[in-house]
């Protein structure tokens, strides 16, 4: 089997969606084939920002997605009826919250999934229309369970044996909704904002897929952002250590936990192109070449904190960093980057609720400084691992282009070079990088 996971940019609008349905229709031709979706294209941003202004009364953005819908699924010569149910009972929802006044956390992400059950419904329904049988599918009909952290919630184990075992009773192609799931209670959970490529994983692991596929709006994992840069270009293959790197800072393209699954199972992932179906895309295998000091490409990430705690003690390094990180995570303060010396540390969050208390906390016994607006910007390549010649690099571009450096930190597996720097000046470094390490201007 294969599995085939649509973004919401590839289902932005109807043409998007037949172009969709067509490359399911040519892979299930050649074999058994599983679809996850996520939402059609900023509808969970729209749907989030309606659960908060319900609240407050105004449910004004309501009617605008429900005729987006529609208009949607008559734009697919379907009838409305493929959406009209769900929105119906959206409606009563947001109308719930906006009389009631509140809002707490499984009712934003009970909001949330009617993006994703939407989608389902369309692309199945798209998919019966040309012929094809397929059946949307809800993620917990198919015995997907989580935690009850309700935004970032965490997959239970015994999901993927009842995957397996649900999945083969579905009739005709599966079209399972990404990104959301229930608790062992069934209160609806998500899985954190681009979470529809996990979903997309964890199926493929359950199903013992021969592959995923991450159909997105770019041809593949790319050197850099090519929002931010427009040279940037493919990479044919990364290792699993590679794109999770990328992930974790901050390559938006796939959703840091997307290659857990996969690394545990072996299962190739293949992030390919629905603008561009031809192109090979990336493809992340649990190995790649290693080629000495060669950087495969630069993520880079936004609105972080960079905390400095310097030991006023002289504590010994160890009993310093753990009552440092101690605090940390009694104030549920979850740390992206750490760099540090003999008596001091320093470290990012992107979170900044629990800070004023562990700053507190800190005082007793280290002088702390608190930084925000704070980036980081990472290099990751297999290649790192064996060459102590790349961090200079790095240092000497940024150095050119008057990038200060705040903290440097690589990673336990050593595939990664992170670099913290003021959120002013990410652009124009990973700019910088980008130029010395993919446009010949080595030095
Ligand atoms: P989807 O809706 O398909 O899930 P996303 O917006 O989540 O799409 O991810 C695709 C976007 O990720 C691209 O449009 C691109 O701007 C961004 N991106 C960030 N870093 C990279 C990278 N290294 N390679 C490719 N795309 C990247
Ligand atoms: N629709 C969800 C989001 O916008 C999940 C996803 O796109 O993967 O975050
Ligand atoms: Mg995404």
Same mark, same amino acid.
């Given at each position: 089997m294969i599995?085939?996971?649509?973004?919401?940019?590839s289902?932005?609008?109807?043409?998007?969606?037949?172009?969709?349905a067509?490359l399911?229709?040519?892979?299930h031709?050649?074999?058994?084939?599983a679809?996850?979706?996520s939402?059609h294209?900023?509808?969970?941003?729209?749907?989030?920002?309606?659960a908060?202004?319900a609240?407050?009364?105004?449910?004004?953005?309501?009617?605008?997605?429900e005729?987006r819908?529609?208009?949607?699924?008559?734009?697919l010569?379907?009838?409305?009826?493929?959406v009209d149910?769900l929105?119906?009972?959206?409606?009563?929802r947001?109308e719930?919250i906006a009389?009631?006044?509140?809002l707490e956390?499984?009712?934003?992400?009970?909001?949330?999934s009617y993006g994703?059950r939407l989608s389902?419904?369309v692309?199945a329904?798209?998919?019966?229309?040309?012929?094809l049988?397929?059946?949307?599918?809800?993620?917990?009909d198919?015995?997907?369970?989580t935690?009850?952290?309700?935004?970032e919630?965490?997959v239970?184990?015994? @999901?993927?044996?009842?995957?397996?075992?649900?999945?083969?009773?579905v @009739?005709g192609?599966?079209?399972v909704?990404?990104?959301?799931?229930r608790?062992?209670?069934?209160?609806?959970?998500?899985?954190?904002?681009?979470g529809?490529?996990y979903?997309?994983?964890i199926?493929?692991?359950?199903?013992g897929?021969?592959?995923?596929?991450?159909w997105?709006?770019?041809p593949?994992?790319m050197?850099?952002?090519?929002?931010?840069v427009?040279?940037?270009?493919?990479?044919?293959?990364?290792?699993f250590a590679?794109?999770?790197e990328?992930?974790?800072?901050?390559?938006k393209?796939i959703?840091p936990?997307t290659?857990?699954p996969?690394v545990?199972?072996?299962?190739?992932?293949?992030v390919?192109?629905t603008?561009?179906?031809?192109?090979?895309g990336?493809?992340i295998?649990?190995?790649?070449?290693v080629?000495?000091?060669?950087?495969?490409s630069?993520a880079?990430?936004?609105g972080?904190?960079?905390?400095?705690?310097?030991s006023?003690?002289m504590?010994q390094a160890?009993?310093f960093?753990?009552?440092v990180f101690?605090?940390?995570?009694?104030?549920?303060?979850?740390i992206d980057l750490?760099?540090?010396?003999?008596?001091s540390v320093?470290?990012?969050t992107?979170?900044?609720r629990g800070l004023?208390? @562990?700053?507190?906390?800190l005082?007793a016994?280290?002088t702390?400084?608190?930084?925000?607006?704070?980036g980081?910007?990472t290099?990751?390549?297999?290649?790192l691992?064996?060459?102590a010649?790349?961090a200079g690099r790095v240092?000497?571009?940024?150095?050119?282009e008057?990038?200060?450096?705040e903290?440097?930190?690589?990673?336990?597996?050593?595939?990664a070079?992170s670099v913290?720097?003021?959120?002013l000046?990410?652009?124009?470094?990973?700019?910088?990088?980008?130029?010395r390490?993919?446009e010949?201007?080595?030095?």
């Amino acid at each position: 089997m294969i599995v085939m996971k649509f973004g919401g940019t590839s289902l932005l609008d109807a043409g998007r969606v037949r172009a969709a349905a067509s490359l399911i229709e040519h892979e299930h031709a050649r074999g058994p084939v599983a679809v996850v979706v996520s939402a059609h294209g900023g509808v969970t941003d729209v749907l989030l920002g309606l659960a908060r202004s319900a609240r407050a009364g105004d449910t004004s953005a309501l009617a605008p997605l429900e005729e987006r819908h529609r208009s949607l699924a008559r734009g697919l010569g379907l009838g409305t009826e493929v959406v009209d149910g769900l929105l119906a009972e959206l409606r009563r929802r947001v109308e719930g919250i906006a009389s009631l006044g509140v809002l707490e956390a499984q009712i934003l992400d009970l909001v949330a999934s009617y993006g994703e059950r939407l989608s389902a419904s369309v692309v199945a329904a798209c998919l019966r229309s040309r012929g094809l049988s397929a059946s949307a599918v809800a993620s917990w009909d198919l015995g997907l369970v989580t935690d009850s952290r309700f935004g970032e919630a965490g997959v239970l184990q015994e @999901s993927y044996g009842a995957m397996a075992r649900e999945l083969p009773r579905v @009739s005709g192609v599966p079209v399972v909704t990404g990104f959301v799931a229930r608790d062992a209670r069934g209160q609806v959970t998500t899985l954190g904002r681009g979470g529809s490529d996990y979903t997309a994983s964890i199926l493929g692991a359950a199903a013992g897929a021969r592959e995923v596929q991450i159909w997105t709006d770019v041809p593949g994992v790319m050197t850099a952002d090519p929002r931010y840069v427009s040279r940037a270009r493919s990479i044919e293959t990364l290792s699993f250590a590679e794109a999770s790197e990328l992930a974790y800072y901050g390559a938006k393209v796939i959703h840091p936990s997307t290659l857990l699954p996969a690394v545990e199972r072996d299962i190739p992932v293949r992030v390919l192109c629905t603008l561009q179906p031809a192109h090979p895309g990336t493809l992340i295998l649990p190995r790649s070449d290693v080629r000495h000091g060669v950087v495969k490409s630069i993520a880079h990430r936004r609105g972080l904190f960079l905390i400095s705690v310097v030991s006023t003690r002289m504590l010994q390094a160890v009993g310093f960093l753990a009552r440092v990180f101690q605090v940390f995570a009694e104030h549920g303060v979850v740390i992206d980057l750490v760099s540090t010396s003999e008596v001091s540390v320093s470290v990012t969050t992107d979170d900044g609720r629990g800070l004023p208390e @562990s700053v507190a906390a800190l005082r007793a016994f280290s002088t702390v400084e608190v930084a925000d607006a704070r980036g980081i910007v990472t290099v990751v390549g297999e290649g790192l691992r064996e060459t102590a010649g790349v961090a200079g690099r790095v240092f000497g571009a940024l150095a050119e282009e008057g990038v200060n450096v705040e903290a440097i930190s690589q990673g336990a597996t050593r595939v990664a070079l992170s670099v913290v720097v003021r959120e002013l000046d990410v652009e124009r470094a990973v700019g910088a990088l980008h130029r010395r390490f993919f446009e010949g201007q080595e030095s």
